[in-house]
C-alpha cells in the first residue's frame, strides 16, 4: 500500500501548467528573435551568431526550471502511489524543498532583471540584463541550490528504481505525469510531439546545466569578438562616436560578459569540487546498501574499514582512477560520520567535525593524530593522509584498540617520515587485527591475505623491506602459515608460491650485502661546503639586527676558513739533507677541527693523495683564481719595467746566438723546432695575441701580460744556456728537485687533445662558456696532464710534503720555472745596476711581479700548482741569497695570493663553491649507478640461494615421510647431499659462482657414481634430479653476473686510470672537448651522460711510465 494518498493533487493539471507557462516564455522569445534577426549585421546591428547566443541564454534556465518542477510533481505522484517507507518520504520531502527553493529564487530573479519585455528589446538591453542578473547575490544562491541537488541525486534515483518500474506498468497518474511535450522553441509548431522521462534522467539535471550557467555566456563572448574581427570591420558604433571605429560599443558589451564569467566561472569550480566531495560520500552509503552487510554498528564499521583498505591507498595497487580514490577526503569524512557518531559529526555547513566528547584527552589526541590544529578549526577540516601523525594514531590505538587508527595509519603515503618499513608494519598489524576479528568476524583470512599483498607490492619498488616482508608474510611464518591454511587445499600451493617471492631477502645480509657508503670527497671539497654555508649564515646575521660580536665571529670564521683553504696545512722543508719536515701544528689542528663539523656528516672527507690531486674542484679553483689574479692585477704591473726586464734578460742571453733566435721563434710563434717547453710558450703567447684567452683585458693589458710570459721563457733560457753563470744553482744539488721530487712522466699520449686551461686535466668536465677551457686543445700534450706523482713505496720528500697540507694537488712538482725567475732576478739583485730591471729594488716589487707571473703561467700552462710554483720563495739558499732584501723572508702563498688580492679571492672560491656543487652530485650519481649494479649482482646471488635451501629443505621433509624401507638409503643420500649444498651456499655468498659450479658437478657426479642416476621405473632419481636443478641454477647465475670490473671511479688517478685503459681491448680515439664541458644554464644531468660516454670510450692504449733521469731538466715548467 502507498505510504500516503494524493489529496487534492492532480499530476496532470500540474504538468499542464508547468508546460503551458514554460511555451508562453518560449513564445515570447522565440518572437524576440524572429524580430532581431531581420537586420543582422546591418549598421548598428549586432551578428544574427550574436543574437542566436544570446536567446540561447535566455532559453537554457527557462527549460531547466520547467524540467525541476516536472521532477517534483513526478516524486509527489511516486511517493503517493508507492509503499515507500518513513525515511524515503523524509529524503524526497528534503529534495522537494530544494526544489521549491530554486524556483522561488528563479522567479525572483526574472521578477528583479527580466531579460525580455518584448519583441523590441534589443539584444544589447538583454546581455546588460543578464550582466545584472549574475550580478545578484541571488543568482549564486540559486546556483548554490542547484547544486545540491546533485547531493542527494543518489538516494532520489535509488527510491526511484525501487518504485518506478511498477509505476511505469500500471499506474496512469504516473505516466501522465512523465509523459511531456517536446520544449522545442516553438510550442506552436504542429509537429511537435511527446517525450517521456524518467526520475534518473531529471536529477542529472542539476549537474548537467551548472556548468552551462558560464558556458551560455562563453557562447555570447566568443560570438561578439567573431563580430568585432570581421573583415571589413562592422559598421557598430555609439551615438556619441565617430562611424567605423565600433571598439568602444563591442567593448562595451565584452565588458558585459566579462563581468557575467568572471563571477559565474569560480563559483562553479567551486560548487563541482563540492559536488564531487558530496558525490563520493553518497557512494559510500550506496555501497553499503547494495553489499548488505548488516545493520549492526560494529558491521558497518567492519565493512567500511575494509573497503578503505581495499582502495591500496598510496601503494602500487591504488587504482588512482576511482572516484572513492580521487576524493578520498570527502570519501573518509563521510565514513567517519556513518560509522563512528560519536567521534565525528557534520556542522551546520554540513562539513566535517570532531566531537569534543567527555574525554579532552581524546579529543586533543585525534586532532593531533589527524593532523589538525586545534588552534582554528572554524576552518574546515583537511583529512590528508600525509598529514596523518603515524606516533600518535599508533597511541590512539593502543589507548582503545579500535582498528580504525590503524586503517587510517595504513593510508599514509611513503615519505621521509613516513618509511617503507612503517608502511609495511602498518600492514602486519592490520593482518593481525583481521586474525583477531578486530575487523569482523568474516572474511578474516581473505582480509590478511590482502594486506599481505600490499605489503609485497611496497617491496617490489623498496627492496629494504622485503625481508621483513617475508619474515611476516612468508610461508613459514605464523601469518603466512595461517592464510594458506584456510585457503582451499587446490589454492594453498599457488598461495604459498606468491607468499615466498621474497625468500630470498633473507640471504641479502649474509651475501655481504652493499652498503651505500658515504660520498667521498677531498678536504678541498669538504671546506668550499663549509665556506658556502658559513658565507650565507654570516650574511643572514649581517642583516639582521644581532650583536655586533656575533656577526664580528661569524665573519671572522669565514675568513679562518678561506685561509685554510687556501693555504692548506702550512708545511716547511726542515733540513734539506733529511726526510723530516716541518707541521704547522695550529693549522693541523684546525683543518681537523673543521673537517669535523657536523654539516660533513654525510660525506666520507678522505686525506688519500690520489683522492685530493684528482679533485678537479681545487683545480678548477686555482685556474680561476690565476685568471682573477691577472685580471685585477695586471694594471698595477708598469708596462715600462716589464719590457725593461725582457730586455734585460734578452741581453743577458745575447751572447748565445742560437737560443736568441730560438726565444724570437717562439714569440713569434714560427718556432720550428723539437722542444716541447719551446712549443708551450710560442703556444702560449700566440693564444693571447689572437684574444682566445684573456678577451676581457684591453690590447695594453694583454701586451703586460704577454711581457710577463716573454719573460718567464727567457728566465728559462738563461738558465739552460748559462746555469752555471746564474746564482742559487741547486737544481743539480737539491735534493728536492732530485730524487725526492717524486715527478713520474706520462709516456705516449701525445695525441691527447685538451682545450682546458690551468690545472684543469683533460677528463675534468668544465663548461663551454668557462674561463677555464679555451677554443682550440692544445697541439701537444698540456702540462697538467704529462705527469703524475710517484706512488711506488720509495720515500719522496716533496710528495709527502704537498700532500700533507691536504689541498694541494700534484701537477709537475716543485716549480723549476719559479726557481729560474728567482735565480735571474738575483742577478740583477747582484750586478750592476745598469743590468737591473728594478723589479729587485724590494721586496714589494718582487712580489708584485712574482704574484702575476705566477698567475700567468698556471693559467696559460697548468705546470704548476700555487704550492708548486710558490714553495720556491720558502727554500734556504733562495732565502740566504736574497737576504738583503728587506721582507723578501715575508713572501709565501699567503702574502703572494691571499693578502691584498680579496676580490680575485672571493670570485675564485664563488665561482669554485658552484663548480664542487655540480660535481659533487655527479659523483653521487656514480656512485649510486655503482652501487645499483653491485646490488643487482648480490640481489642475484641471494635470489639463487632461495630455491637452493627451498630444494634440499623440501627432499629432507620428503625423506621424512618416507616408509621405513626406503627411508634409509634415502636418509644416506640427505646426509651426503645437505653438508654439499651448504658448502655451495657458503660459496654463493661470497660471490664465487664458478666455485659453487663446481661443488655441484662434484655432488652429482657422487651421486651418480654411489646411487644412479635412474630408479627402477626408468625415471630420474630425486636426490640427482634436485643436485641437477640446483646446478642449472648456478649455472644461469653465472651468465646473468658481469665479468667486467666497472673502472669508472672518480677517485683514480690518472696514471692509474690510463693503466686500467690499456687493459681494455679497444684503444681509443681522441674525444671531443665539448664531452669535457659542464653544460650551460646547470643541466646537470647532461654532464654526467657526457662524462660516463666519454669514460666508457677513454681506451688509450699505452705503455708502462719510463723513470725520468734525476736531474732532467723541468721541461714541463
Request: glycine share 4%; hydrophobic share 35%; net charge negative.
Amino acid at each position: 500500500m502507498p505510504k500516503r494518498r494524493l489529496n487534492n493533487y492532480f499530476p496532470n493539471q500540474e504538468k499542464q501548467r508547468i508546460q503551458d507557462a514554460l511555451d508562453q516564455k518560449l513564445i515570447q522569445i522565440e518572437a524576440w528573435g524572429r524580430e532581431q534577426l531581420k537586420q543582422p549585421g546591418a549598421k548598428n546591428h549586432l551578428s544574427s551568431g550574436v543574437i542566436h547566443a544570446t536567446k540561447e541564454a535566455v532559453v537554457v534556465p527557462e527549460r531547466v526550471n520547467a524540467d525541476m518542477q516536472h521532477l517534483k510533481n513526478m516524486l509527489i505522484t511516486l511517493s503517493g502511489n508507492s509503499p515507500i517507507t518513513d525515511n524515503e518520504q523524509k529524503i524526497i520531502d528534503k529534495y522537494i524543498e530544494k526544489i521549491d527553493k530554486l524556483v522561488g529564487l528563479y522567479a525572483d530573479l526574472n521578477e528583479h532583471h527580466p531579460l525580455i519585455n518584448d519583441k523590441n528589446t534589443s539584444p544589447e538591453e538583454v546581455i546588460r540584463g543578464l550582466n545584472q542578473k549574475y550580478n545578484d547575490p541571488k543568482f549564486y544562491e540559486m546556483m548554490e541550490t542547484l547544486a545540491s541537488l546533485e547531493f542527494d541525486k543518489e538516494r532520489i534515483n535509488s527510491i526511484a528504481a525501487k518504485y518506478e518500474d511498477a509505476l511505469k506498468r500500471k499506474n496512469a497518474a504516473y505516466n501522465e505525469a512523465r509523459t511531456i511535450l517536446t520544449p522545442i522553441s516553438n510550442p506552436e509548431n504542429p509537429a511537435r510531439g511527446t517525450q517521456t522521462r524518467d526520475i534518473a534522467f531529471l536529477t542529472s539535471m542539476p549537474m548537467q546545466n551548472l556548468p552551462r550557467v558560464s558556458m551560455v555566456i562563453r557562447a555570447i563572448d566568443e560570438q561578439i569578438k567573431k563580430f568585432r574581427d570581421t573583415d571589413p570591420a562592422p559598421d557598430y558604433y555609439v551615438e556619441q562616436q565617430a562611424p567605423n571605429n565600433p571598439n568602444a560599443a563591442i567593448a562595451d558589451l565584452l565588458t558585459q560578459t566579462a563581468g557575467c564569467l568572471e563571477r559565474s566561472g569560480p563559483k562553479n569550480s567551486e560548487l563541482q569540487k563540492k559536488i564531487g566531495e558530496k558525490t563520493v560520500a553518497n557512494q559510500a552509503e550506496a555501497l553499503y546498501s547494495s553489499k548488505g552487510s548488516g545493520s549492526s554498528a560494529e558491521q558497518k564499521q567492519a565493512f567500511f574499514l575494509r573497503e578503505i583498505l581495499n582502495l591500496n591507498l598510496n601503494t602500487p595497487k591504488a587504482n588512482t582512477d576511482e572516484a572513492r580514490v580521487k576524493d578520498f577526503p570527502a570519501y573518509l569524512g563521510a565514513v567517519l560520520v556513518k560509522c563512528f557518531p560519536e567521534t565525528f559529526g557534520l556542522n551546520a555547513k554540513e562539513e566535517l567535525l570532531i566531537k569534543a566528547g567527555a574525554n579532552a584527552a581524546d579529543y586533543i589526541n585525534i586532532h593531533n593524530a589527524l593532523g589538525i590544529p586545534i588552534i582554528g578549526e572554524t576552518d574546515k577540516i583537511q583529512l590528508n593522509p600525509a598529514q596523518f601523525d603515524a606516533a600518535a594514531l599508533d597511541e590512539l590505538y593502543n589507548s582503545d584498540q579500535n582498528a580504525l587508527w590503524l586503517v587510517l595509519k595504513s593510508t599514509k603515503p611513503i615519505d621521509a617520515n613516513f618509511t617503507a618499513e612503517n608502511k609495511v608494519k602498518a600492514y602486519i598489524e592490520l593482518a593481525q587485527a583481521y586474525k583477531a576479528q578486530k575487523i569482523g568476524g568474516t572474511e578474516k583470512y581473505s582480509g590478511a591475505y590482502h594486506m599481505a599483498q600490499a605489503a609485497l607490492e611496497v617491496a617490489k619498488n623498496n627492496p629494504e623491506c622485503q625481508e621483513l616482508v617475508h619474515n611476516a608474510f612468508g610461508p613459514k611464518s605464523e601469518l603466512g602459515q595461517w592464510i594458506i591454511s584456510k585457503h582451499a587445499k587446490q589454492e594453498q600451493a599457488k598461495i604459498s608460491e606468491y607468499l615466498s617471492q621474497y625468500s630470498h631477502a633473507q640471504y641479502l645480509k649474509s651475501v655481504e650485502p652493499p652498503s651505500l657508503k658515504k660520498q667521498v670527497i677531498s678536504p678541498s671539497q669538504a671546506l668550499l661546503i663549509l665556506i658556502d654555508h658559513y658565507q650565507a649564515q654570516r650574511n643572514k646575521l649581517a642583516a639582521a639586527n644581532v650583536d655586533p660580536e656575533i656577526v664580528k665571529a661569524a665573519v671572522e670564521k669565514v675568513a679562518e676558513l678561506k685561509k685554510l683553504y687556501v693555504l692548506g696545512v702550512r708545511v716547511g722543508e726542515a733540513d734539506a739533507k733529511y726526510k723530516k719536515f716541518n707541521i704547522n701544528e695550529d693549522d693541523l689542528q684546525k683543518m681537523q677541527h673543521y673537517l669535523a663539523d657536523p654539516l660533513l656528516s654525510s660525506y666520507e672527507v678522505s686525506k688519500d693523495k690520489k683522492v685530493i690531486n684528482n679533485d678537479p674542484t681545487r683545480r678548477y679553483f686555482e685556474t680561476h683564481l690565476a685568471y682573477e689574479t691577472v685580471k685585477n692585477q695586471i694594471d698595477s704591473m708598469n708596462k715600462d719595467l716589464l719590457q725593461t726586464h725582457v730586455d734585460k734578460l734578452a741581453g743577458a742571453l745575447s751572447p748565445k746566438a742560437a737560443d736568441v733566435k730560438d726565444c724570437e721563434d717562439v714569440f713569434s710563434n714560427t718556432y720550428q723546432g723539437t722542444s716541447l717547453l719551446h712549443k708551450e710558450f710560442a703556444n702560449h703567447i700566440a693564444k693571447i695575441k689572437s684574444k682566445e684567452i684573456y678577451s676581457e683585458l684591453n690590447e695594453e693589458q694583454r701586451e703586460k701580460v704577454i711581457l710577463v710570459v716573454k719573460s718567464a721563457f727567457l728566465g728559462v733560457a738563461n738558465a739552460l744556456a748559462r746555469g752555471d753563470e746564474l746564482p742559487i744553482n741547486i737544481y743539480n744539488k737539491s735534493r728536492l728537485y732530485g730524487d725526492w721530487r717524486g715527478k713520474e712522466m706520462l709516456k705516449d699520449q701525445g695525441s691527447a687533445a685538451n682545450a682546458h686551461m690551468g690545472l684543469m686535466k683533460g677528463f675534468m668536465p668544465v663548461a663551454q662558456v668557462d674561463i677555464a677551457t679555451s677554443m682550440n686543445s692544445a697541439p701537444f700534450l698540456k702540462p697538467s696532464d704529462q705527469a703524475t706523482f710517484k706512488d711506488d713505496g720509495e720515500y719522496y720528500k716533496w710528495v709527502e710534503m704537498n700532500f700533507s697540507g691536504l689541498v694541494h694537488p700534484f701537477s709537475n712538482s716543485i716549480s723549476g720555472t719559479m726557481l729560474c725567475q728567482l735565480r735571474n732576478l738575483a742577478e740583477q739583485k747582484n750586478g750592476d745596476i745598469n743590468n737591473a730591471s728594478g723589479i729587485t729594488d724590494s721586496a714589494f716589487e718582487i712580489e708584485k711581479y712574482s704574484r702575476v707571473f705566477i698567475a700567468a703561467m698556471l693559467y696559460g700552462t697548468g705546470g704548476h700548482t700555487l704550492n708548486e710554483y710558490s714553495f720556491p720563495f720558502q727554500l734556504e739558499d733562495v732565502q740566504n741569497e736574497f737576504a738583503g732584501v728587506d721582507g723578501f723572508k715575508n713572501i709565501n702563498l699567503e702574502t703572494l695570493f691571499l693578502d691584498n688580492n680579496d676580490a680575485a679571492l672571493n670570485n675564485a672560491i664563488n665561482q669554485a663553491i658552484t663548480y664542487n656543487a655540480h660535481f659533487i652530485q655527479r659523483q653521487k650519481i656514480n656512485q649510486d649507478i655503482k652501487f645499483v649494479s653491485s646490488y643487482h649482482d648480490k640481489l642475484e646471488l641471494a635470489q639463487a640461494i632461495a630455491p637452493v635451501v627451498q630444494k634440499i629443505e623440501q627432499y629432507e621433509s620428503d625423506v621424512e615421510k618416507m616408509l621405513f624401507s626406503s627411508h634409509r638409503t634415502a636418509s644416506e643420500k640427505v646426509d651426503i647431499m645437505k653438508p654439499a649444498i651448504e658448502q655451495i651456499i657458503e660459496v654463493l655468498k661470497e660471490g664465487k659462482v664458478e666455485d659453487a659450479a663446481e661443488l655441484a658437478e662434484r655432488l652429482m657426479q657422487r651421486l651418480e657414481h654411489d646411487y644412479g642416476t635412474k630408479g627402477f621405473t626408468g625415471s630420474e632419481k630425486k636426490s640427482y634430479q634436485i643436485a641437477r636443478e640446483i646446478h642449472d641454477i648456478i649455472s644461469k647465475l653465472d651468465n646473468k653476473l658481469s665479468k667486467s670490473e666497472n673502472i669508472v671511479s672518480a677517485n683514480l688517478s690518472f696514471k692509474e686510470r690510463l693503466q686500467q685503459f690499456k687493459t681494455q681491448e679497444k684503444p681509443l680515439e681522441v674525444i671531443s672537448e665539448s664531452d669535457n664541458s659542464l653544460p650551460r644554464e646547470n643541466n646537470l644531468s647532461q654532464v654526467v651522460l657526457n662524462f660516463k660516454a666519454r669514460i666508457e670510450q677513454l681506451k688509450i692504449e699505452v705503455d708502462e711510465p719510463h723513470e725520468e733521469e734525476e736531474n732532467n731538466w723541468d721541461v714541463s715548467l
